[in-house]
Structures are given as C-alpha cells and as structure tokens.
C-alpha cells in the first residue's frame, strides 16, 4: 500500500497525542536511562586514572554516553503498542484503514523517538560536560556509525514487531520478552563493552542479534572494531535484519487471517 | 483498638492475597523464570566488573557482592507487600489516580496501616531466598569467621534498612497527593537501582544524595559492611536513628497529604 500522505499525517497526529503526555513519557526516558548511567559510574570509576580492558575514564564515558543515545533511539516499544492493539481488538479498526497498519506503529515509534529525544539529549548533554567523556572520533568511523545506527533501529524494530505479532496466537508473550530484556542487558553491551565480556558471553554476544540492536553502532563511532570486526558485523546485523523480516512477514500472513475480534 | 487487630488483619490480607495470586497458575513460570533472570544477571554484573579488576576503591569482590545481596534481600521485602501495597494507593491507574481512595478512607481502621499492608505478592519469598543464596555466597567469599555479634549486626541493619525502605516508599507514594498522576515510583526505582553498588563507587555529589537526600545508598551499605564485619557501632545508632526519624516524617507526609485528598468526582 502507498497511501504516504495518510501515513504521514497519522504520524502527526500520535506525536501531537504524545506530547500530551509527555511528563510520562519523560519519566519513561529516564528509567530507561538509569541501567546504562549506572555502569557507566562504575566503570569509569573503576578505571580511575588508568585503563581497564583498555578503555579509559573518558572512554567508558562517551561510550556509555552514546549508548544512552543509542538505546533509546533504536529501544523497541511495538509490544506495548501492537502487542495492545491485537489483544484489545482494535486492530479491527486499523485493519479498515486505507494503509497498512504498519504505518499506526510506525506513527507511535517517531513520536515516541522524538519525545524521548526531548529529554535525552539534553541530560547526556549536560553530563558530558560534567563527566568529560573522551572521544577520538575519525571521520570513517562517523561515516560508518550512521548505517549502523540505521539498521540497528530497523533490526530492533522488526525483531520487536515479530514478537509482538505472537499476539495473535498467545496473551502470553511475557516469558519470552523476559528473557529478550535480560539478554539486551547483559550481550548488547549495557553491563559492559561487548570487549570486556568473559570469552563465552563475548561469542554469544557476537552471534546473537541483541548487540546489533544497541551497543554495535556505539562500537563502529568510539573506534573499538577493526575492519574485519566492521565487516562481519554489518554482515550479521543485515542477516539477523533479513530474519526478522522473514518471521514478520511470515508471522503477519498467517496471524491476520485468524485473527477475529468480538464487541467494538 | 487492640494489640492482636493489626496481626489479624494483616493475616486476613496474606490469605486474600494468595488465593488471588493462585487463580493465575501460569503465572508463576513466568515469575520463576523473571526471578532467575535477575539473580543471574546481578551475578554476572558483579563478576564481569571483577573480572577486570581487583578492586574498586577499596570494594572487593566479595564485599559488593554483599551488597547485591543485600539489594536483593530487601528487593524481595519490597515486593512481598510495600510496593503491591502502596502502588494500588498511588501506583499508574492506582486509587488516587482513578479517585477510589474513599472507599479506603472509609474503613475503621488507620489508613496508613491498611494503605501499607493490604496487598501481598507472596512469590517474592522465593526473591528473598534468591538473596539470601547471593548473601551465603558473598558470606564464603569473605572468608570471614561468622560470630553470634556479628550476625546480630546485620540481620538488626537488614531490619533497619527495611524501615529505611518503607518510609522512603510511603514519602514518595506521599507525594502523589499533591501531584495526582505523577508516578514518584518510577523515580524512586531509577534512584533505587543504584544501590545494586556500594555507594563509595558514585562521584561525589552523588553520593551524598544517595546518603542524605534519597538515603537508598543507606539501605544496602551498611548491611553489607555489617557483613563483613565492618560497622562502627556509632554507624549502626546513626543509620537507627535515620530510620527511625524518616518513618516518622514519611508518616506525617502522608497524614498532611491525606488531608489534600479531595476525590475525583466533579
């Protein structure tokens, strides 16, 4: 379906909502904000005037820094907005649309991106002026942050999406999404750089999908992965991409054709 | 009203809340697999940290995983009935969000009492086990000899940061009197995390609000210092006394903000 200028303004019209709320979305910000902040202290201080894994203070700074950015930029929220929709049955509503309903979550992720974006940017902005992060930015490794960061976000959104689809079969995606958070904590680089993980967490780490959805773009713009490391993590970010696409599509076929609401 | 009517009622509350927690069975795998999560994770946190290191200024291995337990431990009493309890007086879609507090209020019996204790999530005694598994381990790690004092200490600073717990959590469910539908909570949880670490860990001003101003820092601290035996005793009268006195200002709060409560009808 191509119908862009419904799709468009339906994103305006969610982000106009939004903001409506926005103390609540600020809080929610924040409490996203508090994991990674916190090791960001522990590991600065712990690497004081030296280095620990060959990171220094103002390293593990601007690495959590941009990971705090990166997370909630790329952090998935289609299972409390899709997930929702099919459980209360107002899918129906969006099923009548002249566009897909895609375009309804899609609306929801920029308005929540933008509205978290509000609160972020300036409180790791004032943190970085506080806690003097220490970046040797080069201009490939900036170039090649912005791809990563791209497909970080399609991948978590889709990987999200599929996830929230499983609505359609089960109320009870709940265990699943339990494990997928303890996962994004411990292999996508938020309890320590992927770097510093013990070696059988660090393979894991590599493999899975959850690092190509925060902490990889972090790694490609402080400089930490050579060219062999760039390249065979752009090739497993665009592979577990493709995956999550195929269970979408896959999931999305079967899931509305049996899909039935009851009331309105 | 009698010395044995809160014990009842609090036991009538216990019973209603199990039955209720066991109509939802399947639950229960879920929570299972969502406390192993936890325990595992904190674990992992601590030993990737100290894997790089041996020590960070002046925290070792053992002694942080101390405190992990200790956060864990009164995590667990946290969930067992404060924050059920509290969260359905000022939590998101809680009786003062929707405007059903009369009905509280209406009892004959003390509100903060009944606002404390009503609802209990008795799963979280298998949290508490968990904790007390992460304190067994931090206690071998110490390789300290255990005395009678020395356990005395501790389960009297565990107790004393239960109350520190308490009153912080019944202040900030306070607050909501005076802004109705903002969620204090969440702002407590993002300040409560941070005492999964020694607080000697934290940059300076921070510390200071972790010990003065939002004392959670407190809470996990002095036990885990209890534990490896490591307490003045001019610590344990101070972190008593804190305990004592911010009860009593989060219960006075609370009764000053009682009085603000004035419905949702219109």
Known sequence: MTNHRGGWALIQATWLSWMQYRSFFFLLAFSWMIGPLIYLLVWSTAAGGGTVGGFSRGEFVAYYLILILVNQLTISQTTWTMGELIHNGQLNRLLLYPMSPVYNTLASEFAGKAVYMLFVVPVSGGLALLLRPELHLTLANGLAFLPALALAWALSFTWGYWISLLAFWTTRADALLTVEYSLLFLLAGQVAPVALLPDALQVMAKLLPYRYMISFPVEVITGQLDGAGLLTGFALQIGWLVVALAIYRFLWRRGVRRYTAIGG | ?266
Not at chain 2, 6 to 27: C, D, M, V, W
Not at chain 2, 70 to 94: E, K, N
Request: glycine share 8%; charged share 10%; proline share 4%.
């Open chain 2, 1 to 266: 009203m009698t010395m044995l009517r809160p014990l009842k009622l609090t036991a009538l509350f216990i019973g209603a809340s199990a039955q209720h927690e066991l109509a939802y069975r399947a639950n229960f795998w879920v929570s299972l697999l969502n406390s192993a999560l936890n325990f595992g994770t904190g674990l992992l946190g601590v030993i990737v940290l100290f894997e790089q290191v041996e020590s960070v200024r002046g925290w070792e291995f053992a002694q942080t995983l101390a405190v992990l337990g200790v956060y864990m431990t009164v995590s667990a009493l946290r969930g067992l009935f404060i924050s059920p309890s509290l969260d359905s007086l000022a939590g998101m879609d809680g009786e003062i969000w929707r405007g059903e507090f009369d009905f509280t209020l209406l009892r004959p019996v003390d509100t903060q009492f009944v606002a404390s204790v009503r609802h209990w999530r008795l799963f979280s005694l298998v949290d508490l086990l968990l904790g007390f598994v992460v304190l067994g381990v931090a206690v071998t790690q110490l390789a300290l000899p255990m005395t009678l004092a020395h356990a005395i200490s501790f389960v009297l600073t565990l107790l004393i940061s239960g109350m520190l717990l308490y009153a912080i959590l019944l202040a900030f469910a306070s607050l909501t009197f005076w802004s109705p539908g903002f969620l204090f909570g969440w702002v407590f949880d993002g300040l409560f995390q941070m005492a999964r670490y020694p607080v000697g860990l934290y940059p300076g001003v921070l510390r200071l609000v972790l010990t003065w101003i939002v004392p959670v820092g407190v809470i996990t601290t002095v036990p885990a210092r209890a534990l490896s035996g490591d307490l003045p005793p001019a610590l344990l009268a101070g972190s008593f006394a804190l305990s004592a006195a911010a009860v009593l200002g989060a219960s006075v709060l609370f009764r000053t903000g009682l009085r603000r409560y004035a419905s949702a009808s219109s």
